[in-house]
Nanobody
Framework: QVQLVESGGGLVQAGGSLRLSCVVS????????MGWFRQAPGKEREFVAA????????YYADFVKGRFTISRDKAKNTVYLNLNSLRPEDTAVYSC????????????????WGRGTQVTVSS
């Protein structure tokens, strides 16, 4: 059974940083993609970033603009999302997800999801 468990969220002041982690178990990762999405209250879930597990190729939403970085540690079966220069509008539940075959920014394309971790940015 595939499981994804996020951690690292919290309350931070504007301009601060956080590092989110997503530990994945229960599948072979070769050829798969890991994605981070976020959902703010009253808004639809939106794509943040994705990474190819095998080659480390990364993809970002336009709004990231160099503030966030996705990476993975194969030995730890963990995907990270470094959040820098945080803004109040970055407040959301951040979730990781996994899919095979190709990169995608559509949440409906992802097969498995974690429960998410809350990020709150105060002004």
């Amino acid at each position: 059974q595939v499981q994804l468990v996020e951690s690292g969220g919290g309350l931070v002041q504007a301009g601060g940083s956080l590092r989110l982690s997503c530990v994945v178990s229960g599948r072979s990762f070769s050829g798969y993609y890991m994605g981070w999405f976020r959902q703010a209250p009253g808004k639809e879930r939106e794509f943040v970033a994705a990474i190819n597990w095998t080659f480390g190729v990364t993809y970002y939403a336009d709004f990231v603009k160099g503030r966030f970085t996705i990476s993975r540690d194969k030995a730890k079966n963990t995907v990270y999302l470094n959040l820098n220069s945080l803004r109040p509008e970055d407040t959301a539940v951040y979730s990781c997800a996994t899919r095979g075959n190709s990169a995608s920014s559509r949440d409906s394309d992802y097969d498995y999801w974690g429960r998410g971790t809350q990020v709150t940015v105060s002004s």
